[in-house]
Each structure stands twice: as structure tokens, then as C-alpha cells.
């Protein structure tokens, strides 16, 4: 199956960072369920000065429209952390 990468840069109004903490924890559960069901590979945080301004997910689904179509689930796209996506056709080294 396919593999993209997902860059996401957060919002950089006032309020976002507090925006990201509200839905985090339902952020991390949402990609614990997917990483059993082999969806999501890995992923984190993009950090600037030592603060999350964004993140980084390897996933693994059919096409780019069944990746878009994912995301729209997420906490960080409902919670409007997420301002800009960026999905990417992608090959870990080896697989």
C-alpha cells in the first residue's frame, strides 16, 4: 500500500498553541488506534525554539484522496491547530 508524508504547519494567530493543548490528548489516542490498525507509521511534533508549531505523520493508506479524506477526522484539523497540510507521495528506505 502506499505511503505519504504529511507536513503540517499550525496556525500562528493568537490562541493556536492553546488551541493544539484542548485536542492533544484526543490527537495522540486518534493516532494510537491508527498505528494498530497500521495506518499511521510514526510521527511528532515540528518544533521551533523548543515550541510545537506543527507536525509530521508517515501514513499509510490507498491514495492521496483517502489521505485527505482521514485527516478531516483529526483533532488538529477539527480544532483548527492545523493551517496548512502538505501530503507528500512517500517510500520508507527498505519496504
Known amino acids: 500500500m502506499p505511503q ?5 504547519d499550525d496556525y500562528k494567530n493568537t ?3 492553546e488551541r493544539r493543548m484542548e485536542v492533544r ?6 493516532m494510537r488506534v ?6 499511521f ?3 511528532g511534533a515540528k518544533l521551533e525554539e523548543g515550541k510545537m508549531v ?3 505523520l508517515l501514513v499509510e493508506l490507498e491514495d ?18 492545523w ?3 502538505e501530503i507528500t507521495p512517500f517510500r520508507i528506505a527498505g519496504v
Open 4 to 8: 505519504f508524508m504529511v507536513i503540517a
Open 15 to 17: 490562541g493556536a498553541l
Open 25 to 30: 490528548d484526543s490527537h495522540l489516542q486518534r
Open 34 to 39: 491508527e498505528k494498530l490498525r497500521g495506518t
Open 41 to 43: 507509521i510514526i510521527g
Open 54 to 56: 506543527g507536525s509530521m
Open 64 to 81: 492521496e484522496a483517502a489521505v485527505q479524506q482521514w485527516l478531516k477526522d483529526d483533532p488538529y484539523v477539527v480544532g483548527k491547530v
Open 83 to 85: 493551517e496548512h497540510i
